[in-house]
């Protein structure tokens, strides 16, 4: 496969300068308790593991600012749904149903001509032969988390879908991406352990997918992992993902000119030292596309900081800029960002921060942009966002934790574990301060 690279500006990434960097823009507005569970994480036994926590929160938002969150109960093993941060009279939704297999790690995005029509997108522990569980499961609302239908399979394979492998032994569920576009037009992507990176579309709102076909991985390729999706103009689909089994990974990135029925062949994106991962794609209203990305000094285990770049035309990014340091908090890496835009083109990047690179983050960072990528904040505490545990997912930490509003309203989700006591999910409100 041609794997050329996109032109850069510069060979190497400049960090964001602190001096210049603004304070954060950014009013804070509380926290909704979401969802509180026993802290009880056992060996893993399949199906039958003692997993009695809550876990893997998602967020979005509607046309007036609303956020609604989905989640995970791992004693009950199913998705469940939450309009507004304020729970339904039954109770929240459940959205898999399916209590014998484990749910994890909801994707949720909503139809923009049609904001009512929720759309989700989960990973389902179901072990069809091969030697990992996983497919990929998919459902939809018409009327904003009312109801859902019910769910359908979108991948009906032995590969183990949903996960993005590392290396053999360590890897991340959450490897998948939804992307909605006009008159019912939804874009899926998602890995398998064994490495191929799988894309699908619906062209009647959810009803039915196309059959998958494989944009990359597979046969001899290394494993491709945490694909993100973004649409453009005229029907523009990008797709990013970055390598497993590879010290040295870069992002790929391949894009489709026909609502993602062909492929360009993909591209590498600014090439550097270290591995590249989690890519997080967003599109503006001028038609930018916009990148982040984690980006490591060594390999997949070591110190990471996040990396911002741009391309106007999608085919000639900038120079990446580090825009998490100076990490805050105390942090000595970043990694695993969420994105956000809204209609004035500002830019979000939320991200997990660790204490220690070794062991699990605690607590988020947050950097804003102003004016379309051209200087970003300084890097800062997301308010309320540290728990009495560890940052969840415990499945893996490719997660969508960050909706921001048309008008610039946010909504950031985050979970804790504290082992043998508790574990808990909440929501986090802000907005950006009047005159920015």
Do not use: C
């Amino acid at each position: 496969m041609d794997y050329r690279f996109f032109s850069i500006l510069l060979s190497v990434a400049l960090p964001v300068s602190a001096a210049a960097a603004p304070d954060l823009p950014v009013r804070w507005q509380g926290t909704t308790e979401i969802a509180t569970g026993p802290g009880e994480k056992g060996p893993w036994q399949q199906n039958d593991s003692r997993y009695h926590y809550v876990d893997d929160p998602t967020v979005s938002m509607d046309e007036r600012g609303n956020a609604a969150v989905s989640w995970v109960d791992q004693t009950r093993k199913d998705v469940f749904f939450q309009s507004g941060g304020k729970t339904q009279d039954a109770g929240p939704l459940n959205v898999s149903r399916s209590p014998d297999t484990f749910s994890w790690l909801p994707r949720m995005v909503r139809a923009p001509d049609s904001p009512q029509r929720l759309y989700m997108l989960w990973q389902e522990i179901v072990f069809t032969g091969g030697s990992h569980g996983g497919e990929m499961m998919f459902a939809y609302s018409n009327d904003n988390g009312g109801a859902f239908s019910e769910p359908i399979n979108l991948s009906r394979s032995v590969g183990g879908d949903g996960k993005g492998r590392i290396n053999a032994q360590v890897w991340h569920n959450g490897s998948y991406d939804l992307a909605a576009s006009g008159k019912g037009v939804l874009y899926a992507a998602w890995t398998e352990y064994d490495g191929p990176l799988w894309f699908s579309r619906s062209t009647d709102g959810g009803k039915h997918f196309s059959r998958a076909q494989r944009i990359a991985g597979g046969t001899n390729a290394r494993p491709a992992r945490a694909p993100s999706l973004a649409l453009g103009k005229d029907n523009t689909v990008y797709l990013a993902w970055t390598n497993g089994e590879d010290e040295d990974a870069d992002i790929h990135l391949a894009r489709s000119l026909d609502g993602g029925l062909s492929f360009d062949e993909p591209q590498i994106v600014a090439p550097a030292k270290g591995y590249a991962d989690a890519p997080r794609l967003a599109v503006t209203p001028d038609g930018v596309l916009h990148l982040v990305y984690a980006q490591s000094q060594g390999g997949p285990f070591d110190r990471f900081r996040i990396m911002y770049t741009q391309a106007g035309n999608a085919r000639s990014f900038g120079v990446p800029r580090d825009i998490s340091s100076p990490l805050p908090n105390g942090a000595e890496s970043a990694a695993y960002p969420s994105f956000d835009t809204d209609e004035r083109g500002r830019l979000y990047v939320v991200y997990e921060l660790y204490r220690d690179h070794r062991k699990r983050p605690r607590g988020l960072g947050i950097s804003v942009s102003l004016d379309g990528g051209k200087h970003f904040t300084q890097p800062a505490l997301v308010a309320h966002s540290e728990g009495e545990g560890t940052n969840g997912s415990h499945q893996g930490l490719l997660m969508k934790k960050l909706a921001v509003s048309g008008e610039g309203k946010i909504a950031i989700v985050n979970s804790s574990l504290q082992e043998g006591r508790q574990s808990r999910v909440w929501l986090i409100y802000a907005e950006v301060a009047e005159g920015r």
